[in-house]
């Protein structure tokens, strides 16, 4: 925390259990910490006290975290305030970061991420000057929440989308093919100023070269064989609105130049005509494609590289995102079941387990064909693994009892926490807390537990007893929130 002593914190939860907790987590010398159970109280206080920094559930009684962000900076476009929740969907995440939340944290996370959001949030603020673009409101309501996602990457992907929305920056978005790229540049625009107007994609690789520039630009009649009329351009057709370009990675040279035409001045002309038009797009690309390594075999402008590289979003793919898989199936089989009479339909446990056990090498895409094919021929409403038609190439990772998947989910979660952590030396703590693990599993034998590591038991001793900690950290960062125990109790 810094040192200045008149450093006043907000936090609000209709929980007083973990109003407790957070307050005793974050206290520190010459840090003074209010809390309040309803939004409207946190926020005349807030006002009254000139406070630093707001921290807020998003569910709140009778009101909620989003609505309180929202008219603080209305009031105020410089506070500082952090979101919460152990419920947060997609849309408020983005609506969040959108309507310039400084961070939006799972509650079940905060006690590995709290102090360290806070310390930054407090570290910034002088520095932080926050200009925003809001000329449309985006009502929440109207968001449909169709972009799932509760793993830590994808809540970064989200945090983006909310930022970004915000400007009229060129965005990159990369990842495998399925992952989830055009869902995503709809979600920008659908948040940005330019909702009202059309968003408009392309995927390049579906249009042959020689009508790509005429797909984009138009075309005047009689410029080519074909060209029986004149031709608007998608350029001109989604003016005032967002144009998104899949795979652009396989775009035609000549095509490069013109596109970074538009980039650099904002105007263009058809094929066939020396009138030059102006245009007012948003440009959003996409590319499962190494951009750099096409840059450097001549395929790909370098200028035009960087143009559209401005702020870039990367969608990992659905493997290294495993807890998300039970999520978005759960999700595509509401929606279809949804959509036909009948009951209802679920997954066995075991089928859930399957599914998080394949690799998924088409992404979400898959999953969702995969549910798809078998809602469609499962007789029941109940869907079985021997219901669900698994490709042979993501098989060969599975695991019955899952528990590959889960050490890889909980290794992967160890290193994001890890990260934000300075105070914990990793690979120690893991040596000493796996080494203490298996030192009581063998009855405190030395020699069967170092046997059975693979070290001698000298480094077996010195693993025991490391302080692998820089600070003593560790263990108030890895305390759990009352709210988190309570939400754990009851899952
Ligand atoms: N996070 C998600 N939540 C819900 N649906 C998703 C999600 N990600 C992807 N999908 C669905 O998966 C399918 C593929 O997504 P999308 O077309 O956006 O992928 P892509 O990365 O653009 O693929 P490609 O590179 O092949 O163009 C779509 O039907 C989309 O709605």
Same mark, same amino acid.
């Given at each position: 925390m810094p040192d200045n002593p008149d450093t006043h914190l907000i936090i609000v939860d209709p929980d007083t259990d973990f109003l407790a907790w957070a307050a005793a987590h974050l206290k520190a010398p010459g840090v003074s910490i209010s809390t309040f159970e309803r939004g409207e109280d946190a926020l005349a206080s807030y006002v009254k006290k000139r406070a630093d920094l707001l921290l807020s559930e998003v569910r709140l009684n009778g009101s909620n975290g989003i609505e309180l962000l929202k008219r603080l900076r209305q009031t105020d476009p410089q506070s500082m305030v952090i979101l919460f929740s152990g419920t947060a969907t997609t849309s408020h995440v983005i609506e969040a970061m959108r309507l310039g939340a400084y961070d939006v944290l799972a509650k079940e996370r905060l006690p590995y991420e709290l102090r360290t959001v806070v310390e930054s949030a407090l570290s910034s603020i002088e520095a932080r000057k926050v200009t925003r673009a809001q000329n449309a409101e985006v009502p929440?309501?109207?968001?449909?929440? =169709?972009? @799932?996602g509760r793993s830590p990457p994808m809540q970064e992907v989200f945090k983006l989308i909310g930022r970004v929305s915000r400007s009229d920056a060129p965005v990159m978005i990369t990842g495998e093919s399925g992952c989830g790229k055009e869902l995503v540049a709809g979600a920008i625009h659908k948040f940005s100023p330019r909702a009202q107007k059309e968003f408009v994609a392309i995927?390049? =690789?579906? @249009?042959p070269d020689n009508l790509l520039e005429s797909e984009i630009f138009g075309h005047e009649k009689g410029s080519f064989t074909g060209a029986v009329n004149q031709r608007v351009g998608r350029f001109e057709q989604c003016d005032g609105g967002t144009l998104f370009l899949d795979?652009?990675?396989?775009?035609?040279l000549a095509v490069q130049s013109k596109l970074l035409r538009v980039l650099q001045e904002g105007q263009y002309s058809r094929v066939g005509s020396n009138q030059t038009l102006k245009t007012d797009v948003r440009v959003l690309a996409a590319t499962n494609k190494n951009l750099e390594e096409e840059v450097a075999k001549g395929n790909f402008r370098e200028d035009l590289f960087y143009r559209l590289n401005v702020v870039r979003i990367h969608i990992p793919p659905l493997r290294e995102r495993r807890e998300d898989v039970r999520l978005l199936a759960e999700f595509f089989l509401h929606r279809l079941s949804s959509r036909r009479r009948g009951p209802q339909m679920r997954f066995t446990d075991d089928a859930l387990d399957m599914l998080d056990a394949y690799d998924w090498p088409g992404n979400v895409r898959e999953l969702e064909n995969t549910i798809q094919r078998a809602c469609a021929l499962c007789n029941s409403d109940v869907l079985l693994p021997s219901d669900i038609p698994l490709g042979s190439k993501g098989a060969r990772h599975m695991d019955p009892s899952s528990t590959v998947t889960r050490m890889r989910d909980a290794l992967s979660m160890l290193v994001s926490v890890a990260e934000k952590t300075?105070?914990?030396?990793?690979l120690p703590w893991v040596e000493r807390e796996l080494s203490r693990l298996a030192y009581r599993h063998f009855g405190e034998d030395a020699d069967r537990t170092a046997k059975f590591l693979g070290v001698n038991t000298e480094a077996l001793q010195s693993h025991l007893s490391a302080p692998a900690v820089k600070k003593a950290a560790v263990d108030s960062q890895l305390s759990t929130p009352p709210a988190a125990k309570k939400a754990k109790k009851a899952s």
């Open positions: 929440t309501e109207s968001i449909q929440e =169709t972009i @799932i995927n390049i =690789t579906a @249009i795979e652009i990675g396989d775009m035609p300075p105070d914990i030396e990793l």
